[in-house]
């Protein structure tokens, strides 16, 4: 039983980056935002017409599954010491995202962000550094 769940786990690390590029694609072909001058946090923001998708599909889904990912590596009796403390980031970095989704900010920068602006802008920040 376990190693069905710790493949299940790894494999989740696969399915991830497709469904978060499939989901993107899609949000893009219903709401066709300027995605050179603006970020993905556009598509999840407040008065986005695709902002559920994006935020469940996106941001929370793909968060979850970098997360179970995370465990699987820790899980893995292949990975020595140096691979578990690895996957500690990759947990970070998947929290970081799925929060992302739930603190979703405001379209366009404004000079004076709400609360969950700034929450929603440090969240999205960090899965970057804590992955590389």
């Known amino acids: 039983m376990a190693n069905k769940l710790d493949r299940f786990l790894l494999i989740c690390?696969?399915?991830?980056?497709p469904v978060f590029l499939l989901s993107t694609v899609l949000a893009?072909?219903?709401?066709?935002?300027?995605?050179?001058?603006?970020?993905?946090?556009?598509?999840?923001?407040?008065?986005?017409?695709v902002k559920t998708l994006a935020n469940i599909f996106i941001f929370n889904l793909f968060?979850?599954?970098?997360?179970?990912?995370?465990?699987?590596?820790?899980?893995?009796s292949e990975v020595r010491a140096v691979g578990k403390f690895s996957s500690i980031f990759f947990l970070l970095a998947g929290v970081s995202m799925f929060?992302?989704?739930i603190f979703?900010?405001?379209a366009v920068q404004v000079d004076h962000p709400t609360a969950v602006d700034n929450i929603h802008n440090n969240f999205a920040f960090y899965p970057f550094?804590?992955?590389a």
């Open 99 to 101: 929060l992302v989704g």
């Open 129 to 131: 550094p804590l992955i």
């Open 13 to 17: 690390g696969v399915l991830g980056t």
């Open 63 to 76: 968060g979850v599954f970098i997360i179970l990912f995370a465990l699987g590596v820790f899980r893995s």
């Open 104 to 106: 979703s900010g405001s």
């Open 28 to 49: 893009r072909l219903v709401y066709p935002y300027p995605y050179v001058s603006q970020t993905i946090s556009s598509l999840g923001a407040t008065g986005s017409p």
